[in-house]
């Protein structure tokens, strides 16, 4: 066999492999968008795998291959979706600039990649689901919430170090995140009624807890 052949070999089975994995991960990507539209229309408990497939157009046993269980698919979902936000977070709780840089860039990240997104349907669905399963909260709390809490008392402190910040916010971290929480709920339940400016909100409540500090 010519040194030529066997490449061409080489080449033709890693392209096959490569569409494989395509068609895999778009299979999984799938599975996780139908998932997304389940688990929002129906709640956790009544959404059922084979719902799931149907909508992603795959047979039920196509998901066990990605997803051990219904538990397992909604851990995923949750780590897929909110990851590359608690990336952003992060990498701002790293940043030593001052707070009145910070603070918009924070509520540009939570509207642009959190409120305008189907990200939001994820925090939704926590906040529906969460008391009535408890492992799914505690999934949640761990994987998302002590991230971003931690990287945002990191950046707190720096902030109140150069008295850019009352110090009670280092211990109350969420006062930061309330007016975002309360923007997803208000969209679900009045938005009809009275729509809301969510990025003038978060700015006018950034500019609440700081403005005092920069103008002393």
Do not use: C, N
């Not at 698919?73 to 990336?87: A, H, K, N």
């Not at 945002?152 to 170090?161: G, N, P, Q, S, Y």
Request: glycine share 4%; charged share 30%.
């Amino acid at each position: 066999m010519s040194v030529d052949s066997t490449q061409a070999r080489k080449r033709s089975s890693s392209g096959r492999a490569a569409l494989r994995r395509a068609r895999s991960a778009s299979k999984r990507e799938a599975i996780l968008a139908a998932a997304l539209d389940e688990f929002s229309d129906r709640g956790f408990e009544a959404t059922r795998l084979d719902d799931v497939a149907k909508r992603a157009g795959v047979a039920k046993g196509t998901i066990y291959l990605y997803f051990r269980d219904k538990e397992a698919l909604f851990q995923e979902l949750i780590r897929t979706m909110l990851m590359p936000v608690i990336g952003s977070i992060e990498a701002l709780g790293e940043a030593d600039v001052p707070m009145s840089v910070l603070a918009p860039q924070l509520v540009e990240v939570f509207v642009r990649e959190v409120f305008e997104t189907r990200r939001k349907d994820v925090v939704r669905l926590m906040i529906a689901e969460g008391r009535r399963f408890p492992k799914l909260a505690e999934f949640y709390y761990r994987e998302v919430l002590s991230r971003i809490i931690a990287a945002v008392r990191k950046l707190l402190r720096r902030a109140v170090e150069r008295g850019e910040a009352p110090a009670a916010l280092v211990d109350f971290p969420q006062i930061i995140a309330a007016p975002g929480l309360v923007a997803i709920i208000w969209s679900g339940l009045f938005e009809r009624f009275e729509p809301l400016d969510v990025r003038a909100m978060m700015h006018a409540h950034v500019a609440l807890l700081f403005a005092s500090r920069r103008a002393a």
